[in-house]
């Protein structure tokens, strides 16, 4: 193994403080928030916005103060799903003040963009500052629950959140398919390995044509909590409201997967 030189060792040393710096900046940052839940899954298109949205706005109907964090670089849209479209306000501290929906705080990439079609093509690094950013440069204020809706995959940007951001757990969206399920099992590994808290596996787009399941099967696999189902429903077509906020049947799936969650995180 070859040794590094005097210049090599400062240098990390260096980047390894700044590190710590940015980590306990982020931590002062969030000091005010109760509970940081993620909504993950390694699959696109299972509906991890539509769950996010939903169960922060079901807490929200429900008494707690909650946020949401959107930071899906690539594709930002939660401010879409919620229909947030105020810019976050500046502070005398110069920290964004987030603006609020339907009783919900959201922060989200998708205000920094000029142009909501816009293409955004970053690599690695600009994905991780822009991360790291936005969560010392936002005042949250004190909340119950922030809900933080990740991108799928295991590469950056779900990384740079796992590590930087101290997580109390994670909630897993699977949808009945098999290749889902398969890719709902790859970031439930994820997290395990990073050490941080499964609180359970939600099954959404269940019923119908899609089928049903999947979500169960893996909880079962993988020793973890069954959080429900959240059904194929034409509820979902009125996008002027979190659906949960329409439709009492949506609200207590919401309900049910809400309770079975903080239930768990009770006991971590």
């Known amino acids: ?4 030189n005097p210049a090599q060792a400062r240098a ?3 980047a390894m403080k700044r590190q710590f710096e940015q980590k306990r900046q982020i931590d002062e940052a969030l000091s005010g928030i109760k509970n940081k839940i993620g909504v993950y899954s390694g699959k696109g298109g299972v509906g991890k916005t539509t769950i996010a949205v939903n169960l922060a706005a079901t807490l929200a109907n429900d008494g707690a103060s909650v946020g949401i964090l959107d930071v899906d670089v690539d594709c930002p849209n939660v401010v879409r799903a919620i229909n947030s479209f105020d810019q976050p306000m500046v502070g005398d501290d110069k920290k964004m003040i987030p603006p609020e929906k339907f009783g919900i705080k959201v922060m989200s990439m998708a205000f920094f963009q000029e142009n909501e079609d816009e293409a955004i093509i970053w690599r690695g690094p600009m994905i991780h500052n822009a991360i790291n950013q936005m969560l010392q440069s936002t005042d949250w204020g004190d909340l119950d629950y922030l809900i933080v809706d990740l991108p799928p995959g295991t590469s950056d940007a779900p990384l740079t ?14 949808t009945p398919q098999e290749l889902a399920k398969v890719d709902a099992k790859r970031s439930i590994n994820m997290v395990r390995k990073l050490q941080v808290n499964v609180l359970g596996v939600v099954e959404n787009m269940s019923g119908g ?4 399941g999947a979500g169960k099967e893996i909880a ?19 996008t002027s409201k979190p659906t949960s906020l329409l439709s009492n049947d949506v609200l207590n799936e919401y309900r049910t997967v809400s ?10």
């Open 1 to 4: 193994m070859s040794q590094q």
């Open 12 to 14: 990390r040393i260096e």
């Open 161 to 174: 959140i796992m590590q930087v951001l101290t997580m109390d757990g994670f909630i897993v969206v699977t």
């Open 209 to 212: 044509v899609f089928g049903e």
């Open 220 to 238: 079962d696999e993988l020793d973890l909590d069954f959080l429900g189902a959240i059904g194929l429903r034409s509820d979902y077509q009125d």
């Open 259 to 268: 309770e079975k969650a903080l239930a768990v995180l009770a006991t971590i």
